[in-house]
């Protein structure tokens, strides 16, 4: 197949952002049995009609199942697998033997992609899953460039290769962690992780409760157990030539302006369309930790990240909306702007373009000066052509 560039949909937004900004094809989660279950899901109603917007625009929808299953689940499996079938699923993600089994049995023709919470390292083992009927293999995020190509070497061509190229890690050995079942009360591994790794901690010792020890840098505690976060931009020619053919965005659970920001810059660079310089500073564009090229070249990065939590360079301010008022175009206020302001217009058909902000109006065409309200509809005049799906922003610095 040709390479895919594979985003997040943890809402219906999200997805059309996925979709418009380039993305080959989307993964979601359903009504449950996915690692993102207290939010980032739909429903079967709002699942089919996702489904159906991602088939209309002529791309992939795939549905996360990779939780591991309890028995009474495994028992209510046949007909959400049957209806997942139904409603034109292009392939579900799943990392149980169990619920593989239930899958291969209930709809055989739809295709199974081994999750990266299988922790596949090796050829043996994506050899087995691919004897066992998957299709694809999401390889877990430890592996090398060279070990990947190893493993593309001594395993069948029909069985297609997925890694991750960007987002958030987890500290723990391809996800399997039990801190936040520990610390709070929610299990990771069924989809409701508190991140409990990027919580800041300090060190004390037995007999002097309340006497901090300082292993931090400043004031505020140390991440001493969070990741930084991936950015693989710079690897995608190395990615292809080790045999991958799916490159996953990760982050169902972050924003559409994230989803839009990150697609865009990876759309650009598969396509070659843009520089990988400019394409990097597009992403500094989007919430992030500190960068890293995870374990792709080795040993990841052992120390925490030296910036103590997200930064971005820009905001979001606002989305781009179908109605027109004569030469105004609707906007759909996500930050505070005012106007003076410059406005950096993301788009799928233009790279590093903005504007002024000259003229702004309510929906009662009244002229004001700023946007003030979360989701307000406002009309503002553009010297740029803007589009039903873009979005604009602001630089902080």
Not at 128 to 145: N, P
Not at 168 to 190: E, K, P, T, V, W
Not at 309 to 321: L, N, P, R
């Amino acid at each position: 197949m040709d390479h895919e560039l594979l985003s997040p949909a943890g809402d219906m937004e999200k997805l059309k952002a996925a979709v418009y900004f380039g993305a080959d094809a989307v993964y979601c989660g359903g009504p449950g049995l996915h690692l993102r279950a207290s939010a980032a899901a739909f429903d079967r109603e709002t699942l089919a009609e996702g489904i159906s917007y991602v088939h209309t625009a002529g791309k992939k929808i795939y549905v996360a199942l990779n939780a591991f299953a309890r028995g009474d689940e495994i028992d209510t499996l046949p007909e959400y697998i049957r209806f997942l079938s139904s409603v034109g699923a292009d392939a579900v993600i799943v990392s149980d033997l169990g619920v593989l089994s239930e899958l291969r049995r209930c709809a055989p023709e739809l295709p199974a992609h081994i999750s990266t919470q299988a922790n596949c390292t090796n050829h043996a083992a994506a050899r087995q899953w691919s004897e066992l009927g998957a299709q694809r293999v999401i390889l877990a995020r430890e592996l090398s460039v060279d070990e990947i190509k190893k493993l593309r070497d001594s395993t069948p061509p029909e069985l297609e290769l997925e890694a991750f190229v960007h987002g958030a890690m987890c500290m723990a050995y391809s996800g399997r962690c039990l801190i936040s079942a520990y610390l709070a009360g929610r299990d990771s591994n069924r989809g409701d992780c508190a991140q409990p790794c990027r919580w800041n901690y300090r060190l004390t010792e037995e007999k002097r409760p309340g006497e901090y020890f300082e292993i931090e840098e400043d004031g505020r505690g140390t991440t001493i157990l969070s990741s930084r976060d991936l950015c693989a931009l710079e690897l995608l020619d190395e990615l292809k030539a080790a045999g991958i053919c799916s490159f996953k965005i990760e982050g169902r659970m972050k924003s559409p302006y994230y989803t839009a920001t990150v697609t865009n810059a990876y759309r650009r660079a598969l396509d070659g369309s843009a520089d990988k310089e400019t394409l990097m500073k597009e992403l500094m564009c989007a919430s992030h930790r500190e960068f890293s090229t995870g374990f792709y070249h080795g040993s990841i990065k052992k120390e925490p990240p030296a910036h103590d939590g997200y930064m971005q360079d820009c905001i979001f301010a606002a989305s781009v909306k179908a109605g027109r008022r004569g030469e105004l175009y609707e906007l759909e206020q996500r930050n505070r702007f005012s106007l003076g302001q410059r406005m950096e217009l993301l788009s799928p058909h233009s790279l590093g373009e903005s504007f002024a902000l000259e003229y702004m109006e309510n929906e009662d065409g009244e002229r004001i000066k700023d946007a003030l309200h979360p989701m307000q509809r406002v009309y503002v005049r553009s010297p740029l052509k803007l589009s039903e799906g873009d979005m604009l922003r602001i630089r902080l610095q």
